[in-house]
Each structure stands twice: as C-alpha cells, then as structure tokens.
C-alpha cells in the first residue's frame, strides 16, 4: 500500500515539474531567435516581416523612425510595431504607415526635393 502511494507521488511530482518547465520555458522564450526585417515605399506605406529561427515560439517590437537626414536629425515620425506570436519556422508580416509630416518637405518650393531625400526610415529592434 506505502509503495502504490509513494509511486503515485512521484507521478504526480514528475507531472507538476514538467509542466511547470513547460511553461517556463514557453514564457521566458530562452529559445526564441526573432529577427525584423522592415522596409517602406515611396508613399509611406511599409511592412516588417518577423522571422522565428528558433525553438520556441516568442515575440518581438520594432521600432520603426523617420529622421530628417537634411536639417538636424529631426525625428518626423516614430511608432512601435509588434510581430505577436511568432511560432518556431515561421514568418508573420505586418504593415505600418509612416506620416510624412512637414518635417521632410522641402521648404524651398522651386527645387523641392521628395520626402525620401529629405529623411530616411530607421529600424532597430526593441
């Protein structure tokens, strides 16, 4: 009878423990690898691609800025894009619009230059 209910413990510790690792592991992501991969066009529309090559699945935030290149690094536009959930082997897009914004027009209206001489789009991830 000791040993049925020693046996049964143990079971039921061996169950805990490996649910308790299980999700550990699930929520802390030690195996996620996400890597962003963003781009816009001419007309402030863009996308960021989230890749997974890792074991776990995980998420991850870019950031995504609009820098006037031309008069003092003034940031036009900013904002944060999260991927969600991104299961192992696998890619999730999502797409963003950039506001132009005065800050990357030529004031010069004879010798205007467009929006993506004046700033450049930056991506880092967060």
Same mark, same amino acid.
């Given at each position: 009878?000791?040993? *049925? ?6 079971? *039921? %510790? *061996? ?15 030690? /195996? ?11 007309? /402030? ?6 890749? $997974?090559? /890792? ?8 950031? %995504? ?13 900013? /904002? ?30 004879? $010798? ?14 967060l």
């Amino acid at each position: 009878m000791n040993k *049925v209910i020693i046996l049964l413990i143990t079971v *039921v %510790v *061996v169950i805990i423990a490996v649910f308790f690792i299980t999700w550990f592991v699930i929520r802390t992501g030690p /195996g996620q690898k996400i890597q962003s991969n963003c781009q816009v066009n001419g007309l /402030g529309q863009g996308s960021c691609l989230f890749t $997974n090559t /890792g074991w776990t699945p995980g998420t991850a935030c870019a950031e %995504v800025t609009l820098t006037n290149i031309v008069f003092n690094n003034k940031v036009a536009s900013s /904002g944060t894009l999260c991927s969600g959930r991104v299961w192992p082997n696998d890619t999730v897009e999502k797409t963003f619009v950039i506001i132009i914004g005065d800050t990357c027009t030529d004031e010069n209206p004879y $010798n205007a230059r467009p929006w993506n001489k004046m700033c450049e789009m930056g991506v880092h991830e967060l």
